[in-house]
DNA sequence: GCTCGTCAAGAGCACTGCTCTCTTTTCTGT
DNA sequence: ACAGAAAAGAGAGCAGTGCTCTTGACGAGC
């Protein structure tokens, strides 16, 4: 029954975006009483989150997938690919994950762990490669506990890198949501191999 | 009347965000009927691109007033942090114009030159410095065009340091945006420290 | 056979964007 | 100064939303 629920929001979610989903029209699609879907999700966040581990589950399959054993650099541009690839098939489950939060919305714990695979796979990839930045200066001294945090997910990795590495991280998602979002306008035309050219500068930058 | 409409609705969207934003309660708030909104803003996304170019230019007010003729690199870092601040002051007003896009609307072109103040700051910058970027690869042939169409808005920038650029400059909305919509939720504590030598590394990464 | 808990339905509340009609106010041209 | 036109606002109404509360069916356990 939530399997059904969460079937058919998804072919919503994927239609109309977060905010076009309706609990009325899922249910009416189900041949339910609007009230009836209540009983499985007291409340609409509640269809929200399910829809949200469902997103970061299954980014999170596409992330790992791609990882076939080649060497740093394929991976990580496999798994930059992978997250692209999968925002501009879903992108309303991308916008869902990675976008602006829905208001109102706060996200509850359990959904930090299957977001969190994607970010593994990525911490194996500079863990198993422990690279040497060309450009990467030590961090100031207060950001010793966060350096900490980040080595948790890439363990092994020196402190001049763990720091470029957030960065590249976060550049990957910026570059996907720039293109998703509709930053670029009409001036890129080649958006893949703009994209793949710039997290190529990214694994140099990175020392991959 | 337009303006004191768009004023109160900023208010909101300052508050409930762009999708908790109501033409009703706006004109409540004026002592208005509900219609008589209707005949300033006829349609919800009117008002929302009214606030979007607010929002583009009170951005690129910021990013040009960040510029006190220092060295490139300071001001990349001044043009950073005024994006960085912009967004924590205003979070939901930079969702609007970074974040996913609210679902159904389709932004018209009168958004876009307001939207190139900011990215036009960053072309001066790159443009005034023309950068050696320590890594960077010739982009492959295809990118042709886009390499061109880009260096429109960094000119006299060389074929290598485009791409990068580019990269740069999403990965720095990027950062902000990861650490605006919660993705780093409490792994991070100095968050502006590690902004900022992230942000430095990627002057560097670009040869500034 | 009879309770009792689960499931679904229906009605209803408060809210939304938007349209239509009707009235009031304001401005303009003579 | 005044009549007419144009603009501005009010009100009712439609279709839709999330969510709650109450009522009815149905099957399992005592």
């Known amino acids: 029954m939530v399997r059904e629920i969460t079937d058919i929001a998804r072919t919503h979610l994927a239609r109309d975006?977060?905010?076009?989903?309706?609990?009325?029209?899922?249910?009416?699609?189900?041949?339910?009483?609007?009230?009836?879907i209540h009983r499985y999700f007291p409340t609409k966040d509640d269809l929200l989150t399910a829809l949200i581990i469902d997103g970061y589950?299954?980014?999170?399959?596409?992330?790992?997938?791609?990882?076939?054993?080649?060497?740093?650099?394929?991976?990580?541009l496999a798994l930059c690919h992978a997250v692209r690839d999968f925002a501009l098939e879903r992108p309303h489950e991308y916008a869902l994950l990675y976008g602006s939060p829905v208001p109102g919305y706060q996200a509850p714990a359990d959904t930090i762990a299957p977001?969190?695979?994607?970010?593994?796979?990525?911490?194996?990839?500079i863990s198993d490669a422990r690279p040497v930045s060309p450009v990467a200066v030590p961090p100031p001294a207060v950001l010793g506990p966060d350096v900490e945090a980040l080595r948790s997910v890439m363990p092994g990795v020196s402190?001049?890198?763990?720091?470029?590495?957030?960065?590249a991280w976060t550049a990957l998602f910026g570059a996907v949501?720039?293109?998703?979002?509709?930053?670029?306008?009409?001036t890129i035309t080649h958006r893949r191999e703009i994209f793949d050219h710039g997290m190529r500068s990214l694994a140099r930058y990175l020392g991959l």
Do not use: K
């Open 17 to 36: 975006g977060a905010a076009g989903l309706s609990l009325r029209a899922v249910a009416r699609e189900m041949g339910m009483a609007s009230s009836a």
């Open 115 to 125: 977001a969190m695979r994607t970010t593994l796979v990525y911490g194996r990839i």
């Open 177 to 186: 949501s720039f293109e998703l979002f509709g930053q670029f306008g009409d």
């Open 159 to 167: 402190d001049e890198v763990v720091t470029p590495a957030l960065t």
């Open 57 to 76: 589950n299954a980014i999170g399959d596409a992330a790992e997938a791609s990882q076939q054993g080649q060497d740093p650099t394929g991976r990580w």
